[in-house]
């Protein structure tokens, strides 16, 4: 495997264009990477499946250049000097607050449609260790760490780029740039940073694929890919078309903003924001603890967990209301005692 080639910036690619120097070649899959033939659907997927019903209430937290951009989605790419939260991200204070909710589970944008990475990967230099970016520190394996401590399981969310995008919706890093990359070369380019993850943090429970969907590859191809790793990873696939989601692609059916139906069968989960947006954005007001204890019992009375985001702001850390909130509704949850006859 090739050293990655440290820049000041994004700019030296852009640069590296110009001077008529070839693209940068895309690296070998790891040997411990997918496989070309799809197994059998197995009594462990079905296990995992059921396990993970059991955990019924997750955090999902939307944090990545979109946050200091002021964006739900980042257009074109930004330097990673602007994903400065001005220090180190206290990543127990979120994992305190996810616990003191009674959720069970949280799932980090690891790659959103900015294209930047919160870990150090081998692929890119667009990521937290790029010279120019003031933070200098794995924030993927913080994360783990913070949400293992306190008994919580973690998943990893990475969104692919799927043809729906416009063109200034990068989504993949600029090694991978879509100007100059075709759709089979961001596919295997996408699947070795997610193997990548996959092998970097063995804690990980769960891959949260935004965007695949049969526009990337058939539902086979998919499997193939989620169960060819060494080990076993449960996978959700949030389709690209709205009318679709919540219809089952990988192992969990999301449906994002909306309920699943009352008959659904398929192990399912329902993505909601506790604030107004996915991303933080100021003058951001929670839902009431009792909103979401609503909407959490719904999703659970529908064969499926409820994921609730909550953004950080542009120093790493939940909106004091929202932190109240959470406390609030772990203490709706708790089950009610009574005296003594």
Not at 226 to 247: E, Y
Request: hydrophobic residues 40%.
């Amino acid at each position: 495997m090739k050293q990655k080639m440290k820049r000041t910036g994004v700019g030296c690619v852009f640069a590296a264009a110009l001077a008529g120097l070839p693209a940068m070649a895309v690296a070998e899959p790891s040997a411990t990477g997918p496989q070309a033939a799809a197994p059998a659907v197995s009594d462990v997927v079905k296990g995992m499946q059921e396990d993970f019903l059991k955990l019924k209430f997750g955090m999902f937290i939307h944090y990545n250049l979109e946050t200091y951009k002021g964006v739900q989605w980042v257009a074109g790419y930004h330097s990673p000097a602007d994903f400065n939260p001005g220090g180190p991200v206290d990543t127990d204070a979120w994992a305190d607050a996810a616990k003191s909710a009674g959720m069970k589970y949280a799932v980090l944008t690891v790659k959103h449609v900015s294209g930047f990475c919160l870990w150090d990967s081998k692929y890119t230099t667009y990521d937290v260790m790029n010279p120019d970016c003031p933070y200098q520190q794995d924030l993927v394996a913080q994360f783990i760490k913070s949400f293992k401590s306190r008994g919580l399981k973690v998943g990893l969310y990475y969104c692919w780029r799927h043809p729906g995008f416009a063109a200034e919706f990068k989504v993949l890093p600029p090694e991978c740039d879509p100007a100059t990359h075709n759709l089979e070369q961001q596919i295997e380019f996408q699947k070795k940073q997610i193997t990548e993850l996959i092998d970097k943090y063995p804690d990980a429970f769960f891959i949260w694929n935004d965007g695949l969907d049969p526009g990337i590859m058939t539902a086979e191809q998919a499997k193939a890919f989620l169960r060819g790793f060494g080990r076993d990873v449960l996978a959700a696939s949030n389709w690209w078309d709205w009318g679709k989601k919540g219809t089952p692609f990988a192992d969990i059916a999301v449906k994002e903003l909306e309920q699943l139906p009352d008959t659904n069968t398929a192990p399912g989960e329902t993505c909601w924001c506790l604030e107004q947006g996915w991303f933080w954005g100021k003058g951001a007001r929670p839902k009431t603890a009792q909103q979401v204890v609503d909407l959490l019992t719904t999703a659970n009375g529908r064969h499926s967990n409820f994921l609730l985001n909550v953004g950080p702001d542009q120093q790493g850390r939940f909106e004091p209301e929202s932190v109240k909130v959470l406390a609030e509704v772990g203490k709706l949850l708790q089950p009610k005692t009574t005296g003594k006859p």
